[in-house]
């Protein structure tokens, strides 16, 4: 079925970003999950194309264009060349960070920040899980302690996306124990203050060419000019916005998921079995059909969403179906689509095999997906 969500406007900037990516990421995919993250050359060349901040303010650096078509065709194309992992940082980035400094930001934290993340020179990373606390965000324990002068952070994140390379920090603490959801606040950390610390760049099973990390905060000294958003405000702020961070997940899912059947419908064309096109096969085409239609139904969904989105519409609830149903879908396809390689797709060598261990992460982050049907289930019978 054809698509209809984008324009002229929209097709050129697709050009470009095409050949970004097949200049600049994919020919050093595998030198940087050998390494476990990416140039931050790569970041800066981004940004002097205009692929970062498009809805950020002009007169910071950004596009000033309030429109997630465009954050949907740099989805497309990552995941399309075999490069979730760098999507996975521009998304933590572009979805997550930069939206918290344009809505909250005061204007020395937007002049300071917003130009430095559009031009590719400043990395952001938001820093909420931590050891014993992943969804279940009340119960963080790092803890920023009122002074006369500012704040005293103390603790420690993990699973950090960014962790290693990020000049900035958004950090989600508990400022008073006693005010429950009103007791957490979103903090600014330059990552040169003292008492800042990177732990381990984390080994994992997928997005390899991502630094994922361990942070610690040992006696990070604040100023009231470090909080982002209002003092006691963390928890809502994090819930108003979590509709486009899980958006983006299910985008990201749905893209990744087209990009595996696309490999695969090539590699049923060009592998023979038994003398015969494996495409030629009756179980393929069905196959091949059923994942098709899904894959259809899916994109109808996605860019209503999208749409909804821009109009700043798009309901919790909506954006938590997305993310739940996007997510398992890749994992049923991609699943498929390395069934229809045989041994080769269980060779690291090939996409689909990258694809299957990349896209395990989607329905736990973001919110797991038992958590996004318990938000969908409650707004059912509320």
């Known amino acids: 079925m054809k698509r209809t969500?984008?324009?002229?406007?929209?097709?050129?900037?697709?050009?470009?970003?095409?050949?970004?990516?097949?200049?600049?990421?994919?020919?050093?995919?595998?030198?940087?999950?050998?390494?476990?993250?990416?140039?931050?050359?790569?970041?800066?060349?981004?940004?002097?194309?205009?692929?970062?901040?498009?809805?950020?303010?002009?007169?910071?650096?950004?596009?000033?264009?309030?429109?997630?078509?465009?954050?949907?065709?740099?989805?497309?194309?990552?995941?399309?060349?075999?490069?979730?992992?760098?999507?996975?940082?521009?998304?933590?980035?572009?979805?997550?960070?930069?939206?918290?400094?344009?809505?909250?930001?005061?204007?020395?934290?937007?002049?300071?920040?917003?130009?430095?993340?559009?031009?590719?020179?400043?990395?952001?990373?938001?820093?909420?899980?931590?050891?014993?606390?992943?969804?279940?965000?009340?119960?963080?324990?790092?803890?920023?302690?009122?002074?006369?002068?500012?704040?005293?952070?103390?603790?420690?994140?993990?699973?950090?996306?960014?962790?290693?390379?990020?000049?900035?920090?958004?950090?989600?603490?508990?400022?008073?124990?006693?005010?429950?959801?009103?007791?957490?606040?979103?903090?600014?950390?330059?990552?040169?203050?003292?008492?800042?610390?990177?732990?381990?760049?984390?080994?994992?099973?997928?997005?390899?060419?991502?630094?994922?990390?361990?942070?610690?905060f040992d006696g990070v000294v604040l100023t009231d000019a470090d909080v982002l958003g209002t003092v006691g405000g963390g928890f809502g702020h994090l819930m108003e916005r979590l509709p486009r961070e899980r958006l983006s997940i299910a985008a990201t899912s749905l893209a990744g998921a087209q990009s595996a059947f696309d490999w695969t419908k090539n590699y049923a064309r060009d592998r023979k079995a038994f003398g015969t096109r494996i495409d030629g096969f009756q179980n393929t085409r069905f196959v091949l059909a059923e994942i098709g239609t899904e894959l259809d139904v899916a994109w109808t969904y996605l860019d209503r969403s999208i749409a909804l989105l821009n109009d700043a519409e798009l309901s919790a609830v909506d954006a938590a179906k997305a993310k739940w149903w996007l997510s398992d879908l890749q994992q049923r396809v991609v699943d498929r689509c390395l069934q229809l390689h045989g041994g080769y797709g269980y060779m690291l060598e090939y996409p689909v095999a990258r694809a299957y261990a990349d896209a395990r992460i989607q329905p736990i982050y973001g919110g797991t997906n038992e958590i996004m049907k318990e938000i969908i289930g409650r707004d059912l019978v509320r």
């Open 5 to 216: 969500l984008y324009d002229t406007d929209h097709d050129l900037f697709r050009e470009t970003v095409r050949e970004f990516v097949t200049r600049e990421v994919a020919p050093h995919r595998e030198r940087w999950e050998q390494a476990g993250l990416v140039d931050r050359s790569v970041w800066s060349m981004a940004g002097s194309l205009g692929l970062l901040g498009i809805g950020a303010p002009s007169e910071h650096g950004g596009g000033g264009v309030v429109d997630y078509r465009y954050r949907m065709v740099v989805i497309e194309e990552l995941c399309a060349a075999d490069s979730a992992s760098f999507n996975a940082g521009l998304s933590v980035q572009d979805d997550l960070v930069l939206p918290y400094l344009i809505d909250l930001g005061t204007t020395d934290q937007q002049s300071r920040w917003i130009p430095a993340m559009c031009a590719g020179t400043a990395i952001g990373a938001l820093a909420m899980t931590e050891p014993g606390a992943g969804s279940d965000l009340q119960r963080v324990r790092t803890t920023a302690r009122r002074t006369v002068d500012g704040w005293i952070l103390e603790g420690q994140k993990t699973f950090i996306t960014n962790g290693i390379l990020a000049d900035v920090v958004v950090v989600f603490a508990r400022t008073d124990a006693d005010a429950g959801a009103r007791g957490f606040t979103l903090f600014l950390v330059d990552t040169t203050t003292p008492g800042f610390r990177r732990g381990r760049k984390l080994e994992k099973l997928g997005l390899r060419g991502n630094d994922t990390a361990e942070l610690f």
